[in-house]
């Protein structure tokens, strides 16, 4: 069965707890009714950890892969869009259709998405350029022997001073871009609205309800920095958690008469 778009942004009801533990709910009930599907997205990203892994030892550069493995996850909405349409598949009584979601998928080239992946690019690589310029800022002037063999460097001064400064960068320039995704990209999925309106309303709705919006911004920054731990392997479980989630959160907050 194909869903149509629906047309305009709808309204959005208040965020409660409540709200934000049923969409964990309804999160790992999907990933028990679709674990091979959850497992094949998570599986590229699994794999694009190691070689960003392998890059970084093969060229002997230890601290780009600290800034790799922190910005790589933004690229996450690439997928989402497969665990949202499967999400809403089951939240609507469907039952679950590789053929149909990897078509929606791909019809996403056609519509509005794009144009903010461009967006998330953008953002992250000037995040990656500004964390090169933070390195040779605070390290510029240090002996560089030991960056690529160990991480004695960031122990030093100079080099602690770097990670509290690059870290709160990092940190903002992840909470602006959660605020322009975490509603725009489902409801670029669900309905027929430009990226910008989008963008838009996902930005007003955390800015409106700040401590329960940033609550589960920390949640996901949890779940996903634990996920890379072990390998990357974690992301098997935090990519299909967090992507069929964030769908049942946008579908618990908007207003259905609208």
């Not at 964990?24 to 998570?42: E, N, Y």
């Not at 590789?98 to 461009?118: D, E, F, G, M, Y």
């Not at 489902?186 to 910008?196: A, G, K, N, T």
Request: aromatic content about 16%; charged content about 10%.
């Amino acid at each position: 069965m194909h869903l149509t778009p629906k047309p305009g942004t709808p309204e959005f009801v208040p965020v409660t707890p409540l709200i934000l533990r049923t969409a964990l709910q309804r999160s790992a009930a999907d990933m028990k009714r679709a674990p091979i599907f959850a497992v094949g997205i998570a599986s590229i990203y699994v794999l694009l950890g190691w070689f960003m892994a392998w890059v970084t030892h093969a060229s002997g550069q230890t601290y780009w892969l600290v800034l790799a493995a922190v910005g790589f996850p933004l690229f996450s909405p690439f997928a989402a869009i497969g665990f949202y349409d499967v999400s809403r598949r089951f939240s609507r009584g469907m039952t679950m259709n590789w053929r149909a979601t990897l078509s929606v998928i791909l019809q996403q080239s056609k519509r509005q998405l794009p144009s903010l992946c461009a967006i998330i690019v953008m953002i992250f690589l000037f995040w990656f350029f500004l964390a090169h310029m933070i390195f040779a800022l605070f390290l510029g002037l240090s002996t560089m022997t030991h960056v690529s063999s160990s991480l004695d460097v960031f122990f030093t001064s100079n080099g602690l001073m770097m990670l509290s400064f690059g870290t709160a960068v990092g940190a903002c320039f992840a909470a602006l871009l959660y605020m322009l995704t975490v509603l725009a990209l489902p409801l670029l999925l669900d309905r027929e609205v430009d990226f910008i309106t989008a963008m838009i309303t996902s930005f007003t709705y955390v800015q409106r309800f700040p401590l329960l919006m940033f609550s589960w911004a920390a949640f996901i920054a949890s779940i996903t920095f634990v996920a890379m731990i072990p390998g990357f392997l974690g992301l098997f479980i935090a990519l299909p958690l967090l992507g069929h989630a964030t769908w049942h959160l946008y579908d618990q907050l908007i207003d259905k008469d609208t």
